[in-house]
C-alpha cells in the first residue's frame, strides 16, 4: 500500500462512511458548503464515489445540484470543504478549472455546448486529453494514436458521417451525442453530465442511456437529471439533493419507496 | 508536411497568394521603374502612399488575429502601431544628430525645450538593430502586461474594449507632454535618413515600399500559420465559447495573452514601416478614433478571414485617399455610412460578399449538404479555415 494510499484508507476510516474504505474512491466531496447572499445553495455535503461507479443526483428545482457540479469543476469557489480526486494529493478546489479539466474531470453542461464554428471532427480534436500548452497547440499535429482515438469516439456516438459537418448545424440530439463524444476523447476519470437527455426524443433517449451505462464501469459517472424515466432506466445508486443537503442516498427501488423523498419529489 | 501546406491554404489558395505576393513585391515596383509616359507606370509619388497602405493593411490583419479569431475587440491597437511607429522614430532622430536645426547633438525639440543631456530610455536607438529590438519589445511586453492582468480578471467584450480604448486616450495624453521627452504636440519628424540613405530619394522610398510589401506578405503567412494550426482552432473555440474551452483544459487566458502580443507586435512593425515613408510620427496616431477605423476597416473587410480586413484596409484608404481630396467634407459622412450598411447587410463584410457570389455559381446540390474535406480550396462560410484533414 502506497503512503498516499494509506492516507486515505485512514481518513476513511476516520470519516463517518467507513464502508468503502477498502476500495479506492474515484471523487470525494467532504463537508462542502456554498452560499449564495445567505442563500446555502449546498449546506454540507458529503459524497463519495467508487471508481467505475454510476451514479444519479436527482432533487427538486434549487437542490444544489447544479452548484455541485460548479464547485467539483472549479467553476465556483465553495465557502468551505474540499473535493478530492482519488488520491488526497489535489484538493480541487483550490484549482482552476482547466487544472481540474486536465487531471480527468469531464463536464457536460446542461445546454449541449459545442463549438459551433468548428466541424465535429475538430470538436473531437479539441478536446482530446493531451499537452494543452499554447506553444505546443502552435505547431502540434495529429498523431496516428489521436486519430484512432477521434475515430473510435465518432464511432462511439454514432456520428462518423456527420464529422465534416459544423457542430453549430448539428441537430439538439446530435449536439447532446458530440458533446459526450468530446468528453469521451478527454478520457477523463470522472464524467459529470448534467441533464444529458433535457429535449431528447424517446429513441434518442434510449440510445444515451445505453451510452451512460457503456460509460460506466471505465470511469465514474455522475448523472444529474430531471427525467424519472431516465434515471430508472439507468441507475444503480441515486443521492437525492434537497435544500443543499442530502436527503437520501442508496438504489434506486429504495429511493423510490423513501416516503421522505416521496414528499419532496415524487410525490407525483 | 504536403498535408500542413494544403492545410494552409488549397492549391488555387496557395496559386492566389504567389500571385498577389509577386504583384505587390514585384510588379509594382516594375512599373514603377517605366517612364512616366507609359499608360500602367505608377508614378514617384505613389510608391509612399501604397506602402503606408500595406502598413495599414498589416495592421488590420492582426487586429483580425485578435478581434476576428479570437473575439476580442481592441479599441486602443492603434497604440501599439504608434509605439513602434515612435521607436522608428527615435532611431531617425538619433541618426541625424547634428543635422538638425540647432546643429545640436541632441533631437530639435529636446534643444528647443533646454535639455542638456538625452533622457535615459534614448539611450542605444542611435543603433538601427537596437531600435528594431526595442520597437517590437517594448509593444510586446506591454501588451502581454496588459493582457495578463485584463484576461487573468476575466474583463471582456464591451468592457475589454472600454479599457483598450481608455489606454489608448491616456498613452496619446501622456506623449503629449513634452516631458515625457518624445516632442509632445509635434512628436518626431524632420526625418534625414534611414541606415544611410536619403529619406528623400525615390530609391529609398521604393525600397521602404519593398520592406512593407514584404513585411505584409509575411505577417499574413505568419497569421495564416497560426490560424490554421491547432492554436488557431482553440483561439476560435475561445471565441465561441470560452468557459467550454476551459472545462476541456485550455488555460484560455495563455492564448490570449500570447495572440493580443503577437498582434500588438504586428502592429508596432507596421508602425515602424509607416512612420519612415510618412516622415512623422505624433500623439494623434494614438487617438481613439483612429483604432476606431482600424476596427471598421476589420468589419468592412470580414471578420476571421484574414484576407477581408487587409481588402478593408486598402479599399477603406484608398477611398479616403481620393475623397479625402475631391470631396473633404464628405468622408467621415461615407465612412459612417460604410460601417452601418455593412453592418446591417453584409455581416461577414465585403470579403463574404465574394465568396457567397462565387459558392452560388460553383455549388451543386451534392456538395451544399456535405462540404467538401481535406484539400478543400473553398474556405469554410465565415472563417476561411479549411478543416483538419482526419
Known sequence: MTAVEADLVATVADGPRVRVASQVVALWVENLTVSFDGFKALNDVTLLLDRGELRCIIGPNGAGKTTLMDCITGKTRPDSGSVYLESRLHNLTELSECEIAQLGIGRKFQRPTVFPQHTVYENCELALNGNRGVFHSLFSRLSKKDKETIDRVLETIGLVDLKGRMAGLLAHGHKQWLEIGMLLALDPKVLLIDEPVAGMTQPEMERTAELM???????????????????????????????????????????????????????? | MRERLLQFHGRRGWLILAVAAAALIIVVPVLNSLPRSFPLAVPDYLIPLLGKFLCYGMMAIAMDLVWGYTGILSLGHAMFFALGGY????????????????????????????????????????????????????????????????????????????????????????????????????????????????????????????????????????????????????????????????????????????????????????????????????????????????????????????????????????????????????????????????????????????????????????????????????PAPSTGKVPVTP
Open chain 1, 213 to 268: 451505462q457503456r460509460l460506466a464501469g471505465e470511469r465514474t459517472v455522475v448523472v444529474v437529471e430531471h427525467d424519472m424515466e431516465f434515471v430508472r432506466s439507468i441507475a444503480r445508486k441515486v443521492t437525492v439533493l434537497h435544500e443543499g443537503r442530502i436527503l437520501a442516498e442508496g438504489p434506486m427501488a429504495e429511493i423510490q419507496r423513501d416516503p421522505r423523498v416521496i414528499e419532496v419529489y415524487l410525490g407525483t
Open chain 2, 87 to 378: 521607436g522608428m522614430g527615435m532611431y531617425l532622430m538619433r541618426r541625424m544628430a547634428g543635422e538638425g536645426v540647432y546643429r545640436s547633438n541632441l533631437p530639435d525639440f529636446m534643444v528647443f525645450l533646454d535639455w542638456k543631456t538625452l533622457p535615459w530610455y534614448w539611450h542605444g536607438f542611435q543603433n538601427f538593430w537596437f531600435a528594431v529590438a526595442m520597437l517590437l519589445l517594448v509593444p510586446g511586453v506591454l501588451a502581454a502586461v496588459f493582457g495578463w492582468f485584463a484576461f487573468r480578471s476575466r474583463i471582456k467584450g464591451v468592457y475589454l474594449s472600454i479599457v483598450t480604448q481608455a489606454l489608448t486616450f491616456a498613452a496619446m495624453l501622456l506623449f503629449f507632454q513634452n516631458a515625457t521627452g518624445f516632442g509632445g504636440n509635434n512628436g518626431l519628424t524632420d526625418f534625414k535618413h534611414l541606415l544611410g540613405r536619403s529619406l528623400q530619394s525615390p530609391s529609398t522610398k521604393l525600397a521602404l515600399y519593398i520592406a512593407s510589401a514584404v513585411a505584409l506578405v509575411l505577417t499574413y503567412a505568419l497569421c495564416r500559420f497560426v490560424v490554421t494550426s491547432k492554436l488557431g482552432r482553440v483561439l476560435t473555440a475561445v471565441r465561441d465559447a470560452e468557459l467550454k474551452t476551459r472545462f476541456c483544459g485550455y488555460e484560455t487566458t495563455h492564448y490570449k495573452v500570447f495572440v493580443w502580443t503577437l498582434s500588438a507586435m504586428l502592429c508596432a512593425l507596421a508602425g515602424a514601416l509607416y512612420v519612415p515613408q510618412v516622415g512623422i510620427i505624433n500623439p494623434s496616431e494614438m487617438q481613439p478614433s483612429n483604432s476606431i477605423e482600424l476596427a471598421i476597416w476589420v468589419a468592412v473587410g470580414g471578420r476571421g478571414t484574414l484576407i477581408g480586413p487587409l481588402l478593408g484596409a486598402l479599399l477603406l484608404n484608398g477611398a479616403k485617399s481620393y475623397l479625402t481630396a475631391a470631396f473633404p467634407s464628405a468622408w467621415l459622412y461615407v465612412l459612417g455610412g460604410i460601417f452601418v450598411l455593412v453592418t446591417l447587410f453584409l455581416p461577414r463584410g465585403v470579403l463574404g460578399l465574394l465568396t457567397a457570389a462565387r459558392k452560388r455559381k460553383t455549388t451543386t446540390p451534392q456538395q451544399a449538404t456535405e462540404p467538401e474535406r481535406g484539400v478543400s480550396v473553398e
